[in-house]
């Protein structure tokens, strides 16, 4: 039940991230408002992804992935549903949610949180299995309050992620390869795991892009090293220009190369690695890309190796229908 105390606010000021934050918030309104689960989370793409949770019945941890479009939080943040629902089930775009057949929910509560441009970022939300006081609509304007201040917290810590990713790079400026520019492979290593922290903290979205000139072997066979390291360096030339400022890309073999979309969506790296084919086709560059999104539950390095799969199923690909062709080109000319 709702239970009120004079000493249960939060004084912001003693908290050094969002994560803290987020925690002591969650901790205020459990016992505040007594239900079995309260969570921040974060909207990334069809992903909802649990970033912190104040959990006594359900069984969610930090780190949880639900389906966004599933959720209540989704019909709230559309305005088909309020944002306090002591009986949820009265509720039509709550009732009818999917979310339903997999935890039971007789009672849910729900803000949107946003940076300060009002874009949405995720949710400060609870569930209870069972139905609740009208009472607890009372406790509105101390909801809308949390997310806010939560919302000027996230702003804050975003920035700030910016500035360490600056940080980051300059200080492994020295950790380039020669030949291209790019960070080699130590440096990606070193910024992808700096970058995996702090898509651990926001649930921030990433997609990794591995590419493998399919060509450089026999470049260098054909007409020596020199024209491979020309080939390689006008294949830098070619893919900078594709890049958004907060990439990473990095040369990690004689051959390949490995890009990190920071906040690139699934959506989003299609798009690009869409582009980006049809970009090197134009420069008559023969490449073999792969592409993965980044799981919350597995992390950038293990979206790596999925991409790496990918493209060595591609460069397979590839081979075959280059083979394929040059059997149809014997038969024409017989």
């Given at each position: 039940?709702?239970?009120?105390?004079?000493?249960?606010?939060?004084?912001?000021?003693?908290?050094?991230?969002?994560?803290?934050?987020?925690?002591?918030?969650?901790?205020?309104?459990?016992?505040?408002?007594?239900?079995?689960?309260?969570?921040?989370?974060?909207?990334?793409?069809?992903?909802?992804?649990?970033?912190?949770?104040?959990?006594?019945?359900?069984?969610v941890e930090p780190g949880t992935v639900?389906?966004?479009?599933?959720?209540?939080?989704?019909?709230?943040?559309?305005?088909?549903?309020?944002?306090?629902?002591?009986?949820?089930?009265?509720?039509?775009?709550?009732?009818?949610?999917?979310?339903?057949?997999?935890?039971?929910?007789?009672?849910?509560?729900?803000?949107?949180?946003?940076?300060?441009?009002?874009?949405?970022?995720?949710?400060?939300?609870?569930?209870?299995?069972?139905?609740?006081?009208?009472?607890?609509?009372d406790d509105f304007s101390l909801l809308?309050?949390?997310?806010?201040?939560?919302?000027?917290?996230?702003?804050?810590?975003?920035?700030?992620?910016?500035?360490?990713?600056?940080?980051?790079?300059?200080?492994?400026?020295?950790?380039?390869?020669?030949?291209?520019?790019?960070?080699?492979?130590?440096?990606?290593?070193?910024?992808?795991?700096?970058?995996?922290?702090?898509?651990?903290?926001?649930?921030?979205?990433?997609?990794?892009?591995?590419?493998?000139?399919?060509?450089?072997?026999?470049?260098?066979?054909?007409?020596?090293?020199?024209?491979?390291d020309q080939h390689l360096q006008r294949?830098?030339?070619?893919?900078?220009?594709?890049?958004?400022?907060?990439?990473?890309?990095?040369?990690?073999?004689?051959?390949?190369?490995?890009?990190?979309?920071?906040?690139?969506?699934?959506?989003?790296?299609?798009?690009?690695?869409?582009?980006?084919?049809?970009?090197?086709?134009?420069?008559?560059?023969?490449?073999?890309?792969?592409?993965?999104?980044?799981?919350?539950?597995?992390?950038?390095?293990?979206?790596?190796?999925?991409?790496?799969?990918?493209?060595?199923?591609?460069?397979?690909?590839?081979?075959?229908?280059?083979?394929?062709?040059?059997?149809?080109?014997?038969?024409?000319?017989?």
């Amino acid at each position: 039940m709702s239970r009120l105390s004079d000493d249960s606010m939060i004084d912001f000021r003693g908290y050094p991230d969002f994560a803290t934050a987020s925690h002591a918030v969650l901790r205020l309104l459990r016992d505040r408002i007594a239900f079995d689960l309260w969570m921040v989370t974060r909207v990334s793409g069809k992903d909802w992804i649990v970033l912190q949770a104040e959990d006594h019945g359900y069984g969610v941890e930090p780190g949880t992935v639900f389906q966004w479009a599933d959720s209540f939080c989704s019909e709230m943040v559309k305005g088909r549903g309020p944002v306090i629902a002591p009986e949820s089930g009265l509720i039509a775009a709550y009732k009818n949610a999917p979310i339903n057949q997999q935890v039971k929910i007789a009672a849910y509560i729900g803000m949107p949180l946003c940076d300060k441009d009002g874009n949405l970022f995720g949710t400060l939300c609870g569930i209870h299995p069972t139905t609740f006081p009208d009472s607890v609509q009372d406790d509105f304007s101390l909801l809308e309050m949390l997310a806010r201040l939560l919302g000027s917290l996230l702003d804050a810590e975003l920035k700030a992620q910016q500035a360490h990713r600056r940080a980051d790079r300059n200080e492994l400026e020295a950790q380039t390869d020669t030949l291209t520019g790019l960070y080699n492979r130590r440096g990606w290593e070193k910024l992808l795991r700096l970058e995996e922290t702090r898509c651990q903290q926001l649930g921030c979205a990433a997609s990794v892009i591995v590419i493998d000139l399919d060509d450089l072997k026999k470049i260098n066979d054909q007409f020596g090293h020199t024209f491979g390291d020309q080939h390689l360096q006008r294949f830098t030339e070619v893919v900078r220009p594709t890049l958004r400022q907060a990439d990473i890309a990095a040369r990690t073999g004689g051959d390949e190369f490995a890009i990190l979309g920071v906040e690139m969506t699934e959506d989003e790296v299609r798009s690009w690695t869409t582009r980006l084919q049809e970009t090197l086709n134009m420069a008559e560059i023969n490449a073999s890309i792969g592409a993965a999104v980044r799981h919350p539950n597995q992390g950038l390095i293990a979206a790596w190796h999925e991409a790496d799969l990918v493209m060595y199923h591609h460069k397979q690909q590839r081979k075959l229908e280059r083979v394929t062709l040059g059997i149809g080109e014997t038969i024409g000319s017989r």
